[in-house]
């Protein structure tokens, strides 16, 4: 191998030290999640722009930021390190059978991952999944649970956060309701009965005060469960706030509607997380990869 094909290859510790710090936004954060001085990160991030040629993590006052040739990097370095990471984990298992104990939200559950599971299994028969429902946080050791897909925010101690997939409510209704109520504007939905869940509280006060609406509004009834939301709406009780990716098949079905076609980021999205010591289990390493393929080319269908 030439001198310049090899400057083209850098070590594996430059390259994980430069992806947690791309990840995690910090020289400190990434020494703690690799079992380093933040002295030994910077002299790999060091070693790598060298070898490079290029500047990719400028320092200020607040911490690091990644310049724009080293956002560029990251996202290939990422790829390459999971790719890395998922080979090895197959080359690991040898064929032996694994375990991998997950929690998961009831809703996501049942409407979006667990219809995709046949696939999982096809393509991993060695590993069996054992799901458990869990909203909000918990403590890995004491639950005996491997990782979860967590809603809220990535601030989950001493574990590895990747972002899943983003929140997108839009406000949906029967189509019978919406024939004998036809919407002009975000602010009609004023004098309508909002249906409301109550894990989002915030939700219908959220979405006014993206269109600028200070006004108070309706108050409908509140549900515990998604599927009690939805069947409310289809009874015509009101109009719903409803996580786009969880209804598309009422969307699709016609059995709800959107009484305006205008969605609106929900303030949460959905994470992949697992404590940083399970991070390279086999079955982690290998539902985590399936799952974000799952997601990518889910964001990549038709809506």
């Known amino acids: 191998m030439s001198t310049f094909q090899r400057r083209l290859i850098p070590s594996t510790a430059a390259l994980t030290a430069f992806d947690c710090v791309a990840r995690l936004g910090s020289l400190s954060a990434a020494a703690a999640a690799l079992d380093l001085t933040p002295g030994a990160i910077s002299r790999q991030i060091a070693s790598l722009e060298e ?31 999971e790719k890395i990471r998922l080979i090895s984990l197959e080359a690991m298992a040898q064929g032996t059978a694994s375990t991998l104990k997950l929690a998961i939200p009831p809703t996501f559950g049942t409407r979006w991952l667990l219809p995709r599971i046949p696939d999982f299994v096809e393509r991993h028969p ?17 639950e005996e649970l491997d990782a979860a897909i967590h809603v809220g925010r990535p601030d989950w101690p001493g574990c590895d956060c990747q972002l899943l997939l983003k929140e997108t409510v839009v406000p949906v209704c029967s189509p019978e309701f919406l024939q004998r109520n036809p919407f002009d504007g975000p602010s009609a939905l004023l004098r309508i009965p909002l249906l409301e869940m109550a894990s989002r509280p915030q939700a219908w006060r959220l979405w006014f005060s993206h269109f600028g609406i200070t006004e108070r509004y309706r108050e409908g009834m509140r549900f515990e469960q998604f599927i009690n939301v939805s069947q409310a709406c289809r009874a015509g009780l009101g109009v719903a706030l409803m996580p786009s990716f969880l209804i598309a098949s009422e969307l699709e079905s016609g059995r709800l509607v959107k009484a305006l076609d205008l969605p609106v980021d929900s303030p949460v999205s959905y994470y992949f997380v697992c404590p940083i010591e399970k991070a390279n289990d086999s079955s982690v390493g290998r539902f985590r990869s399936w799952l974000f393929d799952r997601v990518e080319a889910f964001n990549k269908s038709p809506k």
């Not at 690091?64 to 990251?74: D, F, P």
């Not at 060695?126 to 050791?141: A, E, K, L, P, Y």
Request: aromatic content about 8%; hydrophobic content about 40%; glycine content about 12%.
């Open 126 to 142: 060695d590993v069996t999944i054992n799901f458990s429902t869990r909203i909000g946080q918990f403590d890995f050791g004491k």
């Open 51 to 81: 070898q490079l040629g290029t500047i990719l993590v400028v320092r200020n006052n607040k911490g690091v930021n990644l310049s724009q040739k080293g956002e560029q990097y990251a996202k290939g370095v990422a790829e390459v390190i």
